[in-house]
């Protein structure tokens, strides 16, 4: 069964540097998303991803983030400056196949790379 | 704007015993609502979904109703196992747009 694939598992990184988290979506998925999870929190949308460009995006997703698809099948999330409160698990999801297009089929996550800043 | 509530956490239970979680949501228009399951370590798994008012979702012994009257999609599972312990995440969304989760409930089921 197709599934979403994320890389690095874990990210451990000093307060200021830049990360970038990778994600590869299912292969025919047209719509892509990042959410993040703080610890013991609950799930929140990050920003979504179709047609090469961002078609919603949270408060959370200020101008530290940013998202790219930069080959057609990988999807990566930077954070050019990274803050102690970025420490969370980031989850990537896709959905919406071709063909149908509506984006409104069910979204797939990945397993997540957990993220701590120190 | 969009919303999702669940019932507070951790809940424990027996084995065997009848799980009930309860979710409601505040939405504009007519979203669809999710279950997601999050295993210790793992990722969100998709549980069961329904897309219209009076759909059941149903997957692994697990069920959810979709209500509009009462703006609801409470989790039920008739006798729940151990494996079953996990974080349950009620989810609405509205077309292409992103999940508006709930808070997650903890589930430990004891043997």
């Known amino acids: 069964e197709p599934e979403v694939t994320q890389t690095p598992s874990h990210q451990v990184t000093q307060m200021g540097q830049e990360v970038i988290l990778r994600c590869v979506p299912i292969?025919?998925?047209?719509?892509f998303y990042w959410y993040r999870q703080i610890l013991g929190q609950k799930v929140e949308f990050l920003v979504s991803f179709y047609n090469n460009e961002i078609s919603e995006k949270s408060e959370i997703f200020d101008d530290q983030f940013s998202v790219e698809r930069p080959d057609g099948s990988n999807f990566t999330l930077k954070i050019r400056s990274t803050k102690l409160e970025d420490s969370a698990m980031y989850f990537c999801?896709?959905?919406?196949?071709?063909?149908?297009?509506?984006?409104?089929?069910?979204?797939?996550f990945g397993p997540g790379t957990r993220l701590t800043v120190l | 704007g969009n919303s999702v509530t669940q019932m507070e956490g951790p809940v424990t239970l027996s084995e065997e015993a009848f799980l009930t979680i309860n979710c409601t949501y505040t939405?504009?228009?007519?979203?669809?609502l999710f279950w997601y399951v999050q295993y210790p370590g793992e990722g969100l798994q998709l549980l069961l979904k329904a897309t219209k008012a009076d759909d059941k979702g149903s997957n692994k012994g697990f069920e959810a109703t979709y209500r509009k009257e009462t703006t609801s999609f409470h989790l039920e599972k008739g006798s729940v196992q151990v494996s079953d312990s996990a974080v349950y995440f009620c989810a609405l969304r509205r077309g292409a747009q992103k999940l508006v989760f709930g808070q997650g409930t903890r589930l430990t089921i004891n043997p």
């Open positions: 999801a896709s959905s919406g196949q071709r063909g149908d297009a509506s984006g409104t089929d069910t979204q797939y």
């Open positions: 292969s025919n998925h047209l719509y």
């Open positions: 939405a504009t228009g007519y979203p669809s």
